[in-house]
């Protein structure tokens, strides 16, 4: 089979691609060649090879099947991370409470160095805000809970549980009917 010589840069002093004209048409590198302006050439490692023909797909099928492997392997290897709230033990939980929280911010609960965890459950059908340390907006807040999806306290309304905040905490609705359980474990 005869060998061609492609210069990569023509005129210039450089690198030439050595190829093996294939049956087929497509051209499989030999070698590098590095010719310095004076003729001298040496030889360099090949570092790609050109596409080959492909009969029945059978290489195709044989990568594709090494790729799917290795992306099992690494989810394997890496599963997703899962964070998990430690266990809280409490002896001493406030009463079940359902505030009303209209558009003015209010404070659901004050600092308490006491505090282990605490629930917040919206039990409107208008969307609650919670600020920390800070009275919320409802542009500007730290959480926002989702409304109830059909009727007041159908039990969809979004919820969030803080187990890290010691100080307190405030929440706005968009409405003045908005609806928010609490409960403080200490």
């Not at 005869?2 to 087929?24: E, H, K, R, Y």
């Not at 059978?58 to 266990?87: F, M, N, Q, T």
């Not at 004050?110 to 605490?118: D, T």
């Amino acid at each position: 089979m005869p060998l061609t010589t492609t210069p990569l840069n023509p005129g210039v002093g450089g690198a030439n691609i050595v190829t093996d004209q294939q049956p087929s048409g497509a051209q499989m590198p030999v070698s590098e060649l590095a010719v310095s302006p004076d003729g001298v050439q040496a030889s360099t490692a090949v570092t790609e090879l050109s596409p080959l023909p492909v009969e029945d797909g059978e290489v195709l099928d044989a990568l594709s099947e090494i790729i799917h492997s290795l992306e099992r392997l690494r989810r394997l290897l890496d599963p997703p991370l899962k964070v998990l709230a430690p266990p809280v033990s409490s002896a001493v939980a406030t009463a079940p409470a359902q505030l009303t929280v209209g558009t003015s911010a209010v404070q659901v609960f004050a600092a308490n160095l006491s505090r282990k965890r605490c629930y917040f459950q919206n039990s409107g059908v208008y969307p609650v805000y919670l600020g920390f340390n800070a009275s919320p907006t409802t542009v500007l807040h730290h959480v926002e809970l989702a409304p109830c999806s059909n009727y007041v306290s159908d039990g969809t309304g979004g919820s969030w549980t803080e187990d890290m905040f010691k100080g307190p905490i405030y929440a706005i609705s968009t409405n003045a009917a908005g609806a928010l359980n609490t409960l403080e474990l200490l």
